[in-house]
């Protein structure tokens, strides 16, 4: 079968805690909460992994680093990341394009965006051009809008 252009979307979610590392694109900020989770907690590059797994029918970020399983206990989420790219390859994928969106109302995060977009595409073999990471509020609305968590939104383009 001849393998076509495929899209995938991927969404994630990651309350916020004080006393943790707040981890976004694969770039530590400073600020006075940070993501819980198994791993790192790194919201963005988790809805990313999933897009790309979905677009390649590949299952989710889940069913490959399971968080009950030890190895992925405080994992940088850029390894992931890789790991994730080269199961793309191994499947016959070449990603396209990547677009992703951040949810929260604080930090401010626009200046650490070429950083996130520079560790993306670095992680997975792409260019700049083919990342395109953007942040945005809740104008106080939600639990974003609350400080309590992020989400991250992420679409792809993998053939």
Do not use: C, W
């Not at 199961?87 to 951040?102: E, F, H, M, P």
């Not at 070429?114 to 792409?126: F, K, R, S, T, V």
């Amino acid at each position: 079968m001849k393998k076509s252009m495929r899209v995938g979307f991927g969404y994630d979610v990651h309350a916020l805690g004080q006393g943790e590392d707040l981890i976004l694109g694969g770039v530590k900020i400073p600020h006075d909460k940070g993501t819980i989770g198994h791993s790192d907690a790194d919201v963005l590059l988790h809805a990313i992994m999933d897009a790309l797994l979905g677009a390649a029918a590949l299952r989710d970020i889940g069913y490959h680093f399971p968080d009950t399983d030890p190895r992925y206990k405080g994992i940088s989420s850029i390894l992931l990341l890789k790991e994730t790219g080269k199961k793309l390859s191994q499947a016959g994928y070449k990603i396209v394009n990547i677009d992703a969106t951040l949810v929260l109302q604080r930090p401010k995060v626009k200046d650490y965006i070429p950083q996130m977009i520079e560790n993306i595409a670095l992680a997975l073999g792409l260019e700049i051009s083919q990342v395109n990471v953007k942040a945005t509020t809740t104008e106080h609305l939600g639990f974003e809008g609350r400080e309590e968590g992020i989400s991250a939104y992420a679409v792809v383009l993998i053939e």
